[in-house]
C-alpha cells in the first residue's frame, strides 16, 4: 500500500466518522479489523485476474486413443500451468483439496483434452452410466470454449468419470441451452488415485476462425457431488458476466476448418389407434416417412441447414403439468433436432428466464408441423447472423368434426431474421425482424436489443418490439409494442436484479412465448449472502436473506398488482438447499382485486451416492380464474420428487405433484389434483437405455405409458422404437363415450420407429 495512504488512513482513524465506517463495514465484511484490507486485498486480487494466460497448443504428432488412460505420447509432457482451481458454486473463492491437471493438443481434424483428476476418497467419487445430459448430480470435469474468441458464447462439455458426456450452449444473451447435442467423443476411468477423462472434439463440430494462428478462449471446470462444490480455474468471481471474459487463451498454429457438408437422412413409422366402443378398436391409422436434413459449412463460422420433409417425431410425450386453473399459458420445451441448433442467436437480451413475461422471442414450438425448414447462421468479424424459415402445415388442417377451417389446406410461414454486433465480452447490439403470414393476414414485428456491463459487477439490459397485425381475413389490423430492460448487479456479498416490463394490450408477436399483453411491471430482488466459519460450520456453506418486490398494472385484468416478500436460503454440502419465504399482495382478475399472500418451502439433497430427495410447498391465498364469476381461495400445492440409484445403470425417479383449492370464506373445496410421475431407465451403456414412463393424472382421470428402447451412436445417428398408451376413466351410455365415470380403459395405443444417420 503506497504510504501515503497509510498516513492518511492513521489520521481518519482518529476521527468518530472511521468509527462510523467500522461498524458499516462490519455488517458488510464481518470483520471491522480487516475489512480495509479485505478490500485493497481484493482490488488487488482483481487485477492480477485480469491478467489471463495465453497457451501455445503443440500439435500431435499421433492421435490418442479415447479410452480414459492417459498413456499416450501426446499426453507424456507436462500438464498446463494453471495454478489455483476457485470455487463458484455455491459460493467464490474456496479452494479444494482435489487437484486437477489438463492437457491440450490438436491435429488437422480434432481438439484433444485430458483430465486428471485426484481424489483423496476416491470410493466417494459419484458417477453413473446413464444417458446424454444426464449426468449433472454426479462428479464431473469439464470445459468452456469459446472457440470463435467473441466473448458471446461457448460450447460447454462436461464428462463424468464413466465418461458419460453433457453439453451446454451458452450465449451472453440467452444463457445455457441443454437441449442442443453435438458430435464430440469421451471416455473416462476411475482409479485408486481419483480418475482421468479424454475428449475428442471434431473441428466441423464447432464454427471457429480459421487461420495461421487461430485463437479461442478456455475456461475448466470441475465438480465434486459430496462436496456439494464446483471450481474452476480461471476463476468467475461474482458479476452477472458468467464465464464470458474470464476466458484464457489458446493458440493453435495452422488450424483450419476441414470441408464440411453433412446429410442426415432420416425414416419414421408410427401406427396409432383409438377405442371405437368398448370391445372395438378402431382401424390404425399408419404413417411413414422418410426425411432428409443437410449442413454445409459455407466458411468455419458460417453454416447453411436446410431440410425437406423434417423428422420433427417426438420419442417421449409432453410431461404432464397441473392444466386446473391456470391463469397463463403452458411452456414446453422444444424437443425436435432442428430448431435446436445455434437458437440462441434468436434470444433477446432483458430477459431473466421464467421471470420475465416474455420467455422466448422465438419459440420454435409455434411451428406445429412444418413441411419444410432453412436456417442459415455464422458470425462475420464481430456481428453474428440467423435466419429461420418454415413453413407450418398445422393451421389449414380440420379442427374437429363440428367446426369448419375456413381456411383448410393452407400453410402458414414462419420467417425470423437475426443480427447482433459484438461490443465486447457480454455486450451486445442487435436486431430481429419476425414475420408469419396466412391467409390474407400477418404478422410483423421489429426490433432491436443491447446488452452492455457496468464495470466488472454490474450489467444492464433491454429490448424493444414494434408488432403489427391483421387478421388471416385480411379485416382487422392491429399494433403494438413491447419493451423490457433487465439490470444485473451482483458480487459475493450482494446480489441485486431489477426488471422492468410493459407490453400493449395490441403487441402481438407469433413466433413468441409469453403469458399476457397490457401489462406494466417492474420487480426488485436483493440477497446478502453471508459464509459461516467453514471450520465450525463444514455442512452449511451460505446463508443469504433475500428481499423480492413487484408492481405493476394489468389493463385486461383491470387492475394494479403487487407483492412483498422476504425469505431465507441456505446452501448445504451435498448440493443441499432450503428456502422459506412469505409474502404479501394482491393480483387483479376481471376488474377485482384478491389477495395472494402466501408462504413457500423448498428444498432438497443428494443425501448419498444412491439418494436424491427435492421437495416445494406453497400455502396461502389464491384466485379461482373464472371470467365472469371468480371468487378468493385458499391453495396447497406440494410436490416431492425421490431419485434412486442402486448401481450406476439403474434409476429409478418418482414425483408427486399435488394441488387443492377450496372457497377462502367457506372452506368449500373446489378442486384436488395429483399428478405422479414415474421413471425407470436401464442404461447398458453410453449409447443404448430401455426407459419406462408411468404418469397419473387424478383431475383429469388418465394415465399415460412410454415405453422406449434407444440407440444412439452419436448425435444424429440414433434408432428409437416405442410404445404408448392413453388410459381413461370412461364409460359407454347410449352408443357414445361419457368422460371421468366408469372404469378405466386403454382408449388410445400407438407404435413408432425411427431411425437416422448423420453422414459427413
Not at 464413466?162 to 469421451?186: C, E, N, P
Not at 420433409?309 to 386453473?325: G, L, R, T, Y
Not at 414415474?678 to 383431475?699: E, G, K
Request: net charge positive.
Amino acid at each position: 500500500m503506497p504510504r501515503q495512504a497509510k498516513r492518511g488512513r492513521t489520521q481518519f482513524r482518529n476521527g468518530s466518522l472511521w468509527r462510523i465506517l467500522t461498524v458499516l463495514c462490519a455488517l458488510i465484511a464481518g470483520n471491522p479489523c480487516l475489512a480495509k484490507e479485505k478490500e485493497i486485498a481484493t482490488q488487488q486480487e482483481g487485477q492480477k485476474r485480469n491478467i489471463l494466460p495465453i497457451f501455445r497448443i503443440e500439435k500431435a504428432s499421433t492421435a490418442p486413443v479415447i479410452d480414459g488412460i492417459l498413456e499416450d505420447e501426446v499426453w507424456k509432457p507436462p500438464p498446463l500451468e494453471l495454478g489455483d482451481w476457485i470455487s463458484y458454486d455455491p459460493l467464490y473463492g474456496e479452494t479444494i483439496q482435489q487437484r486437477t491437471q489438463v492437457w491440450v493438443s490438436y491435429d488437422g481434424r480434432h481438439l484433444y483434452f485430458a483430465f486428471r483428476c485426484f481424489d483423496p476418497e476416491p470410493s466417494k467419487i459419484k458417477t453413473t452410466v446413464s444417458r446424454r445430459d444426464n449426468m449433472w448430480k454426479d462428479d464431473w470435469v469439464g470445459l468452456s470454449l469459446d472457440s470463435l474468441g467473441s466473448g458471446q458464447g461457448s460450447y460447454d462439455m462436461f464428462v463424468n468419470p464413466s465418461g458419460i458426456q453433457g453439453d451446454i450452449l451458452t450465449s451472453s444473451a440467452s444463457g445455457k441451452k441443454l437441449s442442443f447435442d453435438w458430435v464430440w467423443d469421451s471416455a473416462g476411468k476411475l482409479d485408486d488415485q481419483g480418475y482421468s477423462v479424454e475428449m475428442r472434439l471434431p473441428l466441423q463440430s464447432i464454427r471457429f476462425k480459421s487461420g495461421s494462428e487461430a485463437h479461442m478462449g478456455i475456461l475448466f471446470w470441475r465438480r465434486v457431488s459430496r462436496l456439494g462444490i464446483s471450481v474452476s480455474w480461471p476463476d468467475i468471481p461474482p458479476g452477472g458476466q458468467w464465464v464470458f471474459g474470464r476466458h484464457a487463451t489458446l493458440l493453435f498454429d495452422n488450424l483450419r476448418q476441414p470441408a464440411m457438408l453433412e446429410f442426415i437422412p432420416s425414416v419414421t413409422y408410427s401406427l396409432n389407434q383409438s377405442r371405437a366402443t368398448p370391445h372395438k378398436w378402431a382401424t390404425p391409422d399408419s404413417i411413414g416417412e422418410a426425411g432428409l436434413s443437410m449442413k454445409w459449412g459455407i466458411t468455419s463460422s458460417i453454416t447453411l441447414e436446410g431440410t425437406i420433409n423434417p423428422d420433427f417425431s417426438q420419442v417421449e410425450s409432453d410431461a404432464f403439468q397441473i392444466e386446473v386453473n391456470r391463469r397463463f399459458p403452458i411452456f414446453f420445451s422444444e424437443k425436435r433436432p432442428f430448431f435446436m441448433e445455434g437458437m440462441g442467436i434468436f434470444d433477446l437480451a432483458g430477459a431473466l428466464g421464467r421471470d420475465s413475461n416474455m420467455r422466448a422471442a422465438v419459440h420454435t414450438r409455434r411451428i406445429a408441423d412444418p413441411s419444410f425448414g432453412l436456417k442459415a447462421s455464422g458470425t462475420v468479424g464481430r456481428l453474428t447472423f440467423g435466419i429461420l424459415s418454415a413453413s407450418d402445415e398445422a393451421p389449414g388442417r380440420v379442427f374437429n368434426a363440428t367446426e369448419a377451417n375456413p381456411y383448410l389446406g393452407k400453410n402458414k410461414s414462419f420467417n425470423v431474421a437475426r443480427v447482433r454486433f459484438s461490443l465486447g465480452a457480454s455486450q451486445h447490439v442487435g436486431a430481429i425482424f419476425t414475420d408469419t403470414e396466412f391467409a390474407r393476414g400477418h404478422n410483423r414485428v421489429a426490433g432491436g436489443d443491447l446488452s452492455f456491463r457496468l464495470g466488472q459487477q454490474q450489467q444492464l439490459s433491454g429490448a424493444v418490439l414494434q408488432s403489427g397485425v391483421v387478421s388471416p381475413d385480411g379485416g382487422v389490423s392491429k399494433s403494438g409494442l413491447a419493451a423490457q430492460t433487465l439490470y444485473v448487479y451482483n458480487t459475493k456479498r450482494l446480489e441485486v436484479f431489477s426488471q422492468f416490463e410493459h407490453f400493449d394490450q395490441d403487441f402481438q408477436m407469433d413466433t413468441a412465448f409469453y403469458n399476457r399483453t397490457g401489462i406494466t411491471n417492474a420487480w426488485l430482488y436483493m440477497g446478502v449472502s453471508f459464509y459461516p466459519d467453514k471450520e465450525k460450520h463444514p455442512w452449511l456453506k451460505r446463508v443469504i436473506p433475500l428481499f423480492y418486490t413487484q408492481y405493476g398494472h394489468d389493463q385486461a385484468a383491470g387492475g394494479n398488482e403487487s407483492l412483498a416478500l422476504l425469505g431465507l436460503m441456505l446452501r448445504f454440502t451435498r448440493q443441499g438447499f432450503l428456502r422459506i419465504d412469505y409474502g404479501k399482495g394482491k393480483e387483479p382478475w376481471a376488474g377485482r382485486i384478491f389477495r395472494r399472500d402466501a408462504t413457500r418451502i423448498m428444498g432438497g439433497a443428494q443425501l448419498t451416492k444412491w439418494l436424491n430427495i427435492a421437495s416445494w410447498s406453497r400455502l396461502g391465498y389464491a384466485v379461482f380464474y373464472d371470467p365472469s364469476n371468480p371468487f378468493q381461495g385458499e391453495s396447497r400445492s406440494h410436490s416431492f420428487r425421490v431419485s434412486l440409484q442402486p448401481n450406476t445403470k439403474i434409476s429409478q425417479g418418482i414425483s408427486l405433484q399435488h394441488v387443492g383449492f377450496r372457497r377462502a370464506v367457506s372452506g368449500e373445496p373446489v378442486f384436488s389434483v395429483n399428478i405422479w410421475d414415474s421413471r425407470t431407465t436401464y442404461q447398458f451403456n453410453a449409447h443404448f437405455f430401455l426407459r419406462a414412463i408411468l404418469r397419473i393424472d387424478s383431475a383429469r382421470k388418465r394415465a399415460l405409458t412410454d415405453f422406449l428402447a434407444s440407440y444412439e451412436l452419436v448425435p444424429g445417428t440414433v434408432v428409437y422404437a416405442g410404445y404408448g398408451s392413453l388410459i381413461e376413466k370412461r364409460t359407454w351410455s347410449n352408443n357414445a363415450w361419457l368422460d371421468g365415470e366408469g372404469d378405466y380403459l386403454t382408449t388410445k395405443r400407438g407404435f413408432f420407429f425411427k431411425a437416422s444417420y448423420r453422414w459427413q
